[in-house]
């Protein structure tokens, strides 16, 4: 018998039963990818995290990320997750102030900076790759079917385009907050329309009208191909926003070139969730992709297998 311990927190929140939950396996216990997509399942989480030992001795740790259904290559709020807790249980030794890591990834090496202040960890924050930006959606139509809404409910001054920082979404700008409220998503129509191509599966809407003023932009995810109807807060999607509204001037020109901008997520399913992104540009090109957020500890359990 083999038992494996995890922690239970919410990501990208202060307070508990906000934000998106993670389940943390920090015994680095060896198991094969289909017992861990087996544990992903069972848990049934939008992500599951199983910390590793580096392969790079330089680096801190390795890190193994699973939705009830795929292994992802990278992810925001696992990452920012597994930080939190490695930093919160002392496995990795963090001192007051700023600490530097390098985690890896399947994307490969993950920059990651612990902020902690007396015994508290204040906020994780995770250095995402650059983005690629894909061709723009030509058929809004569909899209707005895809929603359940009016094509007079997405803003049509801006594409319908999928950008990535690791994993391809789709990013597609809504008018209103009334709108985003009224998205009925149409499994049937992804289904056919969206689903067998990687720069469509992953559907994320948003409108620069927020419920509250700290926020930027407000934003739902909807990826039934990873096995999540609706994520509550949305990390790997988060850096590409922000490139995607620093590169389309959705935003106000900064003098420096540094933009930080707070997505609202998670509203609409009750898990409110913020998600701090950092975009530096130096003239026409974006030299930077950050987000970071915090995190709270719900609980911790096992799992035990028969081995």
Request: charged share 20%; hydrophobic share 40%.
């Amino acid at each position: 018998m083999t038992t494996l311990n995890y922690e239970l927190i919410d990501v990208f929140t202060s307070r508990p039963f906000g934000g998106n939950q993670l389940a943390v396996f920090h015994d680095e216990i060896e198991l094969s990818a289909e017992t861990m997509q087996k544990i992903a399942r069972e848990l049934n989480l939008s992500e599951t995290v199983f910390i590793r030992p580096p392969s790079n001795p330089e680096h801190h740790k390795n890190l193994r990320i699973f939705t009830p259904k795929i292994e992802l290559p990278m992810a925001g709020h696992p990452t920012v997750g597994a930080a939190f807790v490695l930093a919160s249980k002392g496995i990795i030794p963090t001192e007051a102030g700023t600490n530097e890591w390098l985690l890896e990834e399947q994307i490969g090496e993950v920059p990651v900076t612990v902020y902690k202040e007396a015994m508290e960890i204040t906020k994780v924050e995770m250095t995402q790759p650059l983005p690629v930006f894909g061709s723009p959606f030509q058929k809004p139509g569909l899209v707005a079917d895809l929603l359940s809404l009016s094509p007079k409910d997405l803003d049509n001054r801006f594409p319908i385009q999928s950008v990535s920082s690791g994993i391809p979404f789709l990013f597609i700008p809504v008018r209103s907050l009334n709108a985003m409220k009224e998205i009925n998503f149409r499994a049937d129509i992804w289904e056919r329309q969206f689903s067998q191509n990687q720069y469509t599966q992953h559907i994320f809407v948003f409108t620069m009208q927020t419920e509250e003023k700290q926020s930027t932009v407000h934003s739902r995810m909807f990826a039934p191909a990873m096995g999540i109807q609706e994520d509550p807060a949305t990390g790997a999607a988060s850096g590409p926003l922000g490139a995607y509204l620093v590169e389309h001037g959705m935003i106000p020109a900064t003098t420096d070139g540094t933009y930080l901008i707070r997505s609202e997520q998670g509203f609409e399913i009750e898990r409110p969730s913020y998600i701090d992104i950092t975009i530096v540009k130096k003239g026409s090109t974006i030299k930077e992709v950050k987000i970071g957020g915090q995190a709270v500890t719900m609980g911790k359990g096992q799992i035990i297998l028969d081995v």
